[in-house]
């Protein structure tokens, strides 16, 4: 008996293996769909070890599960972030071995400005939380580089602002860093650019910067997302040379600006912020050098007014030197006198030891006295002059010092001292309510008032007489 039904119903429906409806599954979506485009927002993002991409796409409903190649990765201009609204293009694929078809994107896009500055909001806290921006990283600019450094794209009017802002101000030496400042290539260059600046040798071939500036013109935030990117936010947060952020215009805002030491509204002002006018510079340092000249002036004169106030309370030289000169007379006059009571005392004292001895040796001992007398003798005088000279050549220098630092040296130099009595004029009304000057000039006084002038000259000094 034949238990199967040719006549049941279906039974002419093609048959295949699973590999055949896999495959036939696959050529229909491929086929069918095409490029697409799909819009939604970004569920759990995986990076696998072996450099693929793979990430969901949702809205409220449904959840499509999308792949992107490791080859493809470096093509993206936006990486997928969970949370992101974007607009991913690709192509439908199915994956046999799960039964499942998902999307392989080669390119996204965010969905409308709100999303991307939600993105970069999120991106901003996250890198302010690990302190890339905090005030106390942030490097003083050199008030005048010798060398600066620029990373922007060598075409267009930013690098030709920017030299010209510096010759007019003041001509430095500057190294160009070729970039590309919007489209995918545009963060691993400036990234590259900036760590690039650090690692040159200081006074080498190529000698590295005093400063770097990163610049580039205005644009939409979709041209300045190069900048926002989180590869050149750590190299600008980590880059040992200050540097100044001048991307777009003044309104602009990227996150390499918070990174930066500085930030200029312009590429211009980057220029000016990086060196001073030169005709400033100078103005103000011939200021600087008239204020110290004047300042050393009105010191020399206040010091020379001061130096003269002492000098006039310094005593004469006479009153100095009269009391010395009258100890040394009244000894030079005591002297032979002493002399001659020692040898008369020594006289009295020798005949009176001789008196008990015999006549041979007092007379033996006489001689040796008298010879012993006559050698002292003999040296006293010389020793006397020795002492004399030296104490005459201490009174000289005594002397001229006081001469030095007399008040007699001014009057050299064509002064005068006016006095009335003893006491010493220094003003115009003193003198005219005085009744009788006298004024000392270098040769001599002249005394004013009375019966009239009368020069007075001031009498020799007697001169020092011999000792002997």
């Known amino acids: 008996m ?146 600066i450094g620029v990373v922007t794209s060598p075409q267009g009017a930013v690098i030709r602002d920017i030299l010209h802002r510096l010759r007019d101000r003041f001509p430095r030496k500057v190294l160009v860093w070729p970039v590309a400042v919007q489209g995918q290539n545009c963060a691993p260059e400036v990234a590259r650019a900036i760590e690039g600046f650090n690692r040159l040798t200081p006074g080498g071939a190529l000698p590295r910067p ?67 006018v030169r005709v400033e510079l100078k103005a103000w340092l011939d200021g600087q050098g008239a204020r110290l000249t004047g300042a050393l002036a009105m010191t020399l004169d206040r010091r020379g007014e001061r130096l003269r106030d002492l000098a006039r309370a310094l005593p004469k030289p006479e009153s100095i030197l009269r009391e010395a000169e009258q100890r040394l007379d009244a000894r030079a006059e005591a002297l032979p006198r002493a002399l001659r009571g020692i040898v008369h005392l020594k006289g009295t004292a020798l005949a009176r030891i001789s008196g008990g001895l015999r006549p041979q040796a007092i007379q033996a001992r006489i001689t040796s006295d008298r010879q012993t007398l006559q050698r002292l003798t003999a040296r006293m005088a010389p020793a006397m002059e020795r002492i004399l000279t030296a104490r005459r050549d201490r009174l000289t220098a005594s002397a001229r010092m006081n001469e030095t630092l007399s008040y007699r040296a001014t009057l050299e130099r064509g002064y005068a001292v006016v006095r009335s009595g003893e006491a010493v004029l220094t003003t115009a009304e003193a003198a005219a309510q005085a009744g009788a000057l006298e004024i000392e000039f270098r040769d001599g006084k002249l005394a004013i008032g009375g019966s009239g002038p009368k020069p007075k000259v001031p009498k020799p000094k007697p001169e020092q007489g011999s000792l002997f």
């Open 2 to 147: 034949d238990l199967i039904d040719d006549d049941a119903p279906g039974r002419n429906t093609p048959e295949f293996s699973v590999s055949e409806l896999t495959g036939a599954v696959k050529r229909t979506l491929e086929g069918e769909f095409g490029r697409i485009r799909v819009r939604g927002e970004v569920g759990r993002v995986v990076r696998a070890k072996s450099g693929h991409l793979y990430y969901d796409v949702k809205d409220d409903r449904n959840v499509l599960a999308c792949n992107t190649w490791k080859g493809q990765v470096a093509g993206l201009s936006v990486m997928p972030e969970e949370g992101l609204e974007v607009i991913v293009t690709g192509r439908l694929s199915t994956f046999g071995p799960q039964s499942k078809y998902n999307l392989n994107v080669d390119e996204i896009t965010v969905a409308g400005e709100g999303a991307l500055m939600a993105m970069l909001e999120r991106r901003r806290k996250a890198l302010a939380a690990e302190g890339l921006f905090d005030e106390g990283r942030k490097k003083r600019l050199p008030y005048l580089p010798d060398i």
């Open 210 to 276: 005093d400063l770097i500036i990163v610049a580039r013109g205005g644009g939409s935030i979709e041209d300045l997302w190069g900048f926002n990117e989180e590869i050149v936010v750590r190299a600008a947060a980590m880059s040992a040379i200050p540097l100044i952020s001048a991307v777009g215009h003044e309104t602009d805002t990227t996150l390499i600006d918070f990174a930066a030491d500085r930030r200029a509204p312009t590429p211009t002002a980057a220029a000016e912020m990086a060196v001073p």
